[in-house]
């Protein structure tokens, strides 16, 4: 956790968690820590941890299941993708378009440099 960071602690605890579904650490269906767990692992409040679950169950990346836990969603890898997807273009495009500008990038220089990048990736590593 960024302590001194302007994003919220409860939301930097659910991007991690988006990220982890995104990246395939927790599938669908799959149980995640709970609650006092999270928050013992990192060292926040249960109640910012609840708040980071809320969060995520209005998002329909997570479901609670009174007396079991909460569940990682049926799509909410999809989810997740298309959240960081949207949140991509709103927050970070618009900057490195600024800078693509102010330094006479191209689109051909970074097709370039996607490929080379492609190439230096290690194998399985695919998710573009």
């Known amino acids: 956790m960024e302590f001194s960071e302007p994003k919220g602690i409860y939301l930097q605890i659910a991007d991690q968690i988006r990220e982890r579904i995104l990246r395939g650490e927790w599938k669908a269906g799959e149980r995640i820590p709970s609650i006092r767990e999270l928050a013992v692992e990192l060292g926040v409040n249960p109640n910012t941890v609840t ?3 809320q ?3 209005d998002r329909e990346l997570i479901s609670n299941q009174r007396g079991r836990g909460y569940f990682v969603c049926d799509d909410a890898a999809g989810r997740a993708l298309k959240e960081m997807k949207d949140e991509f273009m709103r927050e970070q495009m618009p900057g490195i378009l600024r ?3 102010l330094l006479g990038i191209g689109p051909d220089e970074v097709a370039d440099e996607l490929a080379r990048s492609r190439e230096s990736e290690p194998k399985g590593d695919d998710r573009s």
């Open 55 to 57: 969060k995520l169950v």
């Open 51 to 53: 708040r980071s679950y």
């Open 99 to 101: 800078t693509m500008k």
